[in-house]
C-alpha cells in the first residue's frame, strides 16, 4: 500500500513558520497561529499514531509543532513586554516617545 501524506503537516508547518515572525505584531497574530498549529498537530499526531505505516509527512508534524511552541512563547513574551511598557509609562507616554523618536528620524535622513 502507497503511503499517503499526513492531513494538515504541511498547514502544521507553515502555520509554525509564520508563528515566529508574526509574534511582533503585538504577539497575537502569533498566539492565534501557534495555537491552531498545536490543534492541527495534536489531530495529526494522534491519525499518525493510530497507524504509523500508512503516512508520511510526520516530521513536518513535528517541526511545526516545535516552531508553533517557539512562536507561542515570543508572543507571550512580547505581550508581557507591551502590558510592562504601559504600566511603567501608560499610554501618553508611549505615545511621546514614538514621536520623539519619529523626530529624531525624520531631522536625520
Known amino acids: ?50 497507524n504509523p505505516e500508512m503516512y508520511k509527512g510526520f516530521q513536518n508534524v513535528k517541526t511545526g509543532k516545535i516552531l508553533a511552541i517557539i512562536g507561542i512563547s515570543l508572543g507571550v513574551i512580547y505581550i508581557i513586554i507591551n502590558i510592562a511598557m504601559i504600566a511603567i509609562y501608560g499610554f501618553d507616554g508611549l505615545q511621546e516617545m514614538q514621536q520623539e523618536m519619529l523626530q529624531q528620524y525624520n531631522l536625520e535622513g
Open 1 to 50: 500500500m502507497e503511503q499517503q501524506t499526513l492531513p494538515n503537516s504541511q498547514a502544521v508547518l507553515i502555520l509554525g513558520i509564520l508563528s515566529i515572525p508574526l509574534c511582533c505584531c503585538y504577539g497575537i497574530p502569533a498566539l492565534v497561529l501557534g495555537i491552531i498549529a498545536i490543534v492541527l498537530a495534536k489531530k495529526a499526531t494522534a491519525l499518525h499514531n493510530e
